[in-house]
Nanobody, 122 residues
């Protein structure tokens, strides 16, 4: 019913930039928060950035000042602009949306993308 497709990952040199995109499709009535998590093997998934329906953002301390999350509600798309990347940013990045599928429903659920690999070479 809901599909999230991430794009923009890849290999980049330290100090470089990448922009990730996450396009949500399917039967979506309303999206609340959207965000990005990342995970490296052997570690828990960690929150990178979150953006509310009103546009307020929260970032992990490790990415503040370097990453910027934004959303285009007309396109149900989430973005993550990443700059000054370093080796610690190497991970699989997952996007999520908190959404409800029906106008009459009061239930919001989290939906996840399949992940996109970001590798930063030093």
């Amino acid at each position: 019913q809901v599909q999230l497709v991430e794009s923009g990952g890849g290999l980049v040199q330290a100090g470089g930039s990448l922009t990730l995109s996450c396009a949500a499709s399917g039967t979506i009535f309303s999206i609340n928060a959207m965000g990005w998590y990342r995970q490296v093997p052997g570690k828990e998934r960690e929150l990178v950035a979150r953006i509310s329906s009103g546009g307020s953002t929260n970032y992990a301390d490790s990415v503040k000042g370097r990453f910027t999350a934004s959303r285009d509600d007309a396109k149900n798309t989430l973005y993550l602009q990443m700059s000054n990347l370093n080796a610690d940013d190497t991970a699989v990045y997952y996007c999520y949306i908190n959404a409800k599928l029906r106008a009459w429903s009061s239930i919001f659920r989290d939906y996840w993308g399949q992940g996109t690999q970001v590798t930063v070479s030093s």
